[in-house]
């Protein structure tokens, strides 16, 4: 595939995985919004496209074929490596990150009023989050695995079809996609205050992992599972 100003940044996100860190550090947004052209995205975010475009084709050379694995694999194989990387590594990063809010609260809640704002959004987010990946362990994981198998495969009788679990979910990705938004506009792209303490700085960096780990998972939900699914529950894969 050959990049262009008009490829949708989630194609690119797709066949070359390795660009994924390119886009991160142009905040360029390749899940919720990556139905935009390369071009467009750049817009958005503010940035010229040319740099863009150079700094994905010298990645593009580096790294040779791309990655189309998550393509082809069995859907039950994707499912679980979502579940095992990336279920795992939110929990313990919320885990990790909550008793750091806890303290840098205690410690300048009182004199900084953001802080406590960024633990209310980080609670809201972090709550959904937990509801959010039981539902896809319960229910839509395990009924994806069988589609992709061959098996005969059931939801519960609420969901008339695939589309309505698949579309809730990505509705949740939207909406921890804007707090994620917040919680970098709240503290002004996870920078922060020359004065902060050793905490304070770890809890900036640990939210910002969060987030970039958040993009990744999304990203392989949004754009390979779930379609692959729909394709497979059609009979058009
Ligand atoms: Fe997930
Ligand atoms: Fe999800």
């Known amino acids: 595939m050959i990049i262009t100003t008009e490829t949708q940044v989630c194609d690119i996100a797709v066949e070359y995985p390795t660009a994924i860190p390119v886009l991160e550090r ?21 940035v010229d496209v040319v740099p863009v475009l150079e700094e994905l084709e010298r ?13 082809k694999a069995p859907l039950k194989e994707l499912a679980d490596y979502i579940v095992s990387r990336h279920h795992v590594f939110t929990r313990e990063q919320i885990q ?8 840098v609260e205690a410690r300048h809640g009182a004199d900084h009023t953001v802080v406590p704002q960024i633990g209310k959004v980080f609670a809201v ?11 896809e362990e319960t229910i839509l994981f395990p009924y994806i695995g069988k589609l992709g198998g061959g098996q ?8 008339g079809s695939v589309e309505q679990p698949i579309a809730r979910m990505m509705a949740d990705h939207d909406q921890a996609g804007a707090e994620l938004r917040e919680l970098r506009g709240l503290t002004g792209n996870y ?3 020359t004065a902060a303490c050793p905490t304070w ?11 970039q780990d958040l993009h990744q998972h ?13 394709a497979q529950a059609k009979g058009t894969a």
Not at 96 to 103: E, P, V
Not at 125 to 131: F, G, I, R, W
Request: charged share 20%; net charge negative; aromatic share 8%.
């Open 26 to 46: 142009f905040g360029i947004d390749f899940c919720c919004g990556g139905k935009h052209t390369l071009a467009e995205a750049c817009t958005q975010r503010d």
């Open 59 to 71: 990645q593009q050379r580096k790294t040779g074929a791309p990655e189309a694995h998550w393509q």
């Open 96 to 103: 990790l990150i909550a008793g750091l809010m806890t303290k």
């Open 125 to 135: 987010v972090s709550a959904e989050l937990a509801h959010h990946f039981i539902c």
């Open 152 to 159: 005969q495969a059931a939801l519960p009788p609420m969901f």
């Open 191 to 193: 920078t922060p205050p």
């Open 201 to 211: 700085r770890a809890l900036y960096r640990a939210l910002e992992d969060l987030e």
């Open 218 to 230: 999304i990203h392989l939900e949004n754009n390979i599972l779930f379609p692959r699914a729909l």
